[in-house]
């Protein structure tokens, strides 16, 4: 017998009138599954900031379909041909520097700016060309997930444990996830996973989300501070480590929320291998290693008072970059959508873009 369809969360669709978006806001989970409504770029831009919307993948669908709502919105107010062009040109702008190191932002704002290179008759179908454009990003979000996650739940056997960091299931993307895809894909081919949620201090998307995401799934999930990771690696080690990505060099060193890189090295000690799932539109070829990747520095009330209460002086200073680099040769594996690489990365990295492009 097949197991029952599991609840999926659904994060982004376009408001019924086609000129906004409405997000599940992150920020408000695991108490309030709230929905907001963006109509307008410093919305769609907070919203980026702000983590409520959050994940590489997410962030770039957010990105591409508010710069097709607010060119819907500008065509209904009568906006000429060449004011639409200045203004897509000046919302990509804003919401690229929303958050620079998810590379899939940048990517989505260059497709679209790729539609107004092209000839149009008025400026209203450029708006609906943009909003085709925004729509294909995600319907492609979604079948890259659901490759991935195929790709990865071989991997996986009956019984096993994964350990995984921040989130990057459902919240983190349009589809199924990315680190999570084969978690889903297995349980739904029958196999029996438990998940050990890193809490992914300090604004803690795995215990806020990774869990509430799995929970609602009905997938076994289970919390621990990141701290703790390491007695559990030494005590009941897991089989295996799923992470997502936020940009991928070309060499295939790794950005993602910072915690990750600590937990690779808990991963090579004890002989876990350490994987890492993101569709190629994170990998960034003109990064050649990940000390060319920037790096965002957080809010320092993140740290101080991330939750309401001050948790530390103040006026103390505090280092809060939201990322780290995990070296590739501390990575067992990256999947992709077109298959599991291994190291070295550098060629199948680039093939595997190169055939996405082709696509």
């Known amino acids: 017998m097949n197991p029952p369809p599991m609840a999926i969360p659904e994060t982004i669709r376009w408001t019924p009138d086609g000129m906004g978006l409405v997000i599940l806001d992150q920020t408000r989970l695991p108490d309030e599954r709230v929905e907001l409504e963006l109509r307008d770029v410093r919305a769609v831009e907070e919203a980026i900031q702000s983590l409520r919307v959050r994940g590489a993948p997410l962030i770039g669908i957010t990105a591409a379909l508010g710069l097709a709502a607010l060119a819907r919105q500008a065509v209904a107010a009568g906006a000429t041909l060449e004011e639409l062009h200045a203004s897509v040109e000046g919302w990509s702008g804003r919401l690229y520097e929303a958050r620079p190191t998810a590379v899939n932002l940048g990517w989505a704002l260059r497709r679209l700016a790729s539609v107004t290179d092209t000839d149009f008759a008025d400026a209203g179908a450029l708006a609906e060309r943009l909003a085709q454009e925004a729509d294909a990003i995600h319907a492609e979000d979604r079948r890259m997930c659901r490759a991935i996650g195929e790709h990865a739940a071989a991997l996986l056997e009956d019984g096993d444990a994964v350990i995984t960091h921040c989130n990057a299931g459902s919240l983190a993307t349009g589809g199924i996830g990315t680190a999570l895809a084969p978690v889903y894909v297995a349980t739904e081919a029958g196999k029996r996973i438990r998940v050990f949620a890193d809490e992914t201090r300090p604004l803690l998307q795995g215990s806020r989300l990774t869990a509430w995401e799995l929970s609602q799934a009905g997938i076994e999930v289970t919390v621990l501070a990141d701290n703790m990771a390491g007695s559990l690696f030494a005590s009941n080690p897991p089989d295996i480590v799923f992470v997502g990505s936020d940009r991928i060099a070309a060499n295939g060193d790794v950005a993602n929320k910072i915690g990750t890189y600590p937990l690779a090295v808990l991963a090579r000690h ?90």
Not at 283 to 307: C, M, N, Q, Y
Not at 337 to 351: D, F, K, M, N, T
């Open 270 to 359: 004890h002989g876990v291998p350490f994987y890492v799932l993101a569709p190629t539109s994170t990998v960034d070829l003109d990064s050649a290693t990940g000390a060319e990747i920037p790096i965002e520095h957080r809010s320092p009330d993140e740290i101080r008072k991330g939750f309401g209460k001050l948790t530390a002086p103040a006026d103390v200073a505090v280092y809060s970059p939201a990322f780290d680099i995990t070296p590739a040769d501390l990575i067992a594996g990256i999947v992709t959508e077109w298959g599991i690489h291994r190291p070295p990365y550098g060629a199948s990295l680039a093939e595997a873009v190169e055939r996405a492009r082709a696509t």
